[in-house]
């Protein structure tokens, strides 16, 4: 599938850095986002740490074992699946490893949401609360499921998803990359169509926006339009105070 991207990631008007990473390949079929956390700009290396990890790896040639292994599951895309989350957990080690070479950076650690488009399917795994969502004929599906102490609570019934956007704690992970050691990334692949669009996000965009508000803006907003930057514009008038960054991947056939 031929494909199209945008990306646009700001610091917001609160804060000085920005520790959002993004990481951008049309051609290869590539792209990941990364929500930084740490002092001392630790979160910003963290988060280009795992971008660049997700680079080097899933677009290095494949593992030769990878064709044994989709043969041995019998599960379609495991296999790459399987990569992905190693490459997450190779990111969440060099960070580790970088924070011990330099104890300023001790503890950082990042969200990261990754995307591959390979032939007819897209393959998609994340760790933490950045998100990745698909849109498909005015209709807005969010494809992960936040690692957040809060969406536990949603799972168990005990709070609401309306009143999860107002708890002071609500962007308290589960896991993250690098801080927590080894992860456990959510994977998943589905088939793919032209039309289809994938967006990739920090919670910067979806603190002020509930899911259906930002599939409104989505439907409002002209199709030819740099839908990455537009979204992002949206995100800071609607008051996010965090960085916000979007990337959005248009499959054209
Ligand atoms: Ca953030």
Known sequence: MRLDAHASTDPGPVRDNNEDALFVDADAGLFAVADGMGGHASGEVASQIAVDTIRDILESDGDPDETRLERATAQPGEAVRERIRYAMNQASLRIRRAAQQNPVHAGMGTTLA???????????????????????????????????????????????????????HKNILTQSVGYHGPVEPDTATRPIQPGDLFLLCSDGLTD????????????????????????????????????VTVVIVRVLG
């Open 208 to 243: 002020p926006f509930d899911d259906a508000t930002l599939a409104d803006t989505l439907r409002r907003l002209p199709a030819d339009e740099d839908l990455a930057a537009e979204l992002v514009r949206h995100a800071i008038a609607a008051g996010s105070e965090d960085n």
């Open 114 to 168: 990754v995307l591959l488009i390979d032939g007819p399917v897209a393959h998609y795994g994340h760790v933490g609360d950045s998100r990745i969502y698909h849109y498909r004929d005015g209709q807005l599906t969010r494809l992960t499921r936040d690692h957040t102490v809060v969406q536990q609570e949603v799972d168990a019934g005990r709070l609401t998803p309306e009143l999860a956007r107002l708890v002071p």
